[in-house]
Nanobody, 124 residues
Framework: VQLQASGGGLVQAGGSLRLSCAASGLTISSYHMGWFRQAPGKERAFVATLTWSGDRLYADSVKGRFTISRDNAKNTVYLQMNSLKPEDTAVYYC???????????????????WGQGTLVTVSS
């Protein structure tokens, strides 16, 4: 299983970025997908999750600004980030866990596979 995250970069506050996470070795439609982020000196934090059935959950800090989605044909999950703030600066990671549950997974230890991370820097 491999997850390849991309799309990070430097953006001004108020701008937008779209992160991608291309999966191989699994079919994402059967998995819960998650995005996490880790800022310097901080623990890895939950950002958003998309269940296998299409339900979404967001961290309060990104609700209304970020959108998680997937393209099953491309086996890729996305994180559209709008109205970016300097506090969104972090390395962003995608992750997957196999589940047919309706539960949301918000803890990093609940996930089985991780991408390598992509750096997002938001300047003020």
């Amino acid at each position: 299983v491999q997850l390849q995250a991309s799309g990070g970069g430097l953006v001004q506050a108020g701008g937008s970025l779209r992160l991608s996470c291309a999966a191989s070795g699994l079919t994402i439609s059967s998995y819960h997908m998650g995005w996490f982020r880790q800022a310097p000196g901080k623990e890895r934090a939950f950002v958003a999750t998309l269940t296998w059935s299409g339900d979404r959950l967001y961290a309060d800090s990104v609700k209304g600004r970020f959108t998680i989605s997937r393209d099953n044909a491309k086996n890729t999950v996305y994180l559209q980030m709008n109205s970016l703030k300097p506090e969104d600066t972090a390395v962003y990671y995608c992750a997957v866990v196999y589940s047919r549950s309706s539960s949301y997974y918000r803890n990093p230890y609940e996930y089985d596979y991780w991408g390598q991370g992509t750096l997002v820097t938001v300047s003020s």
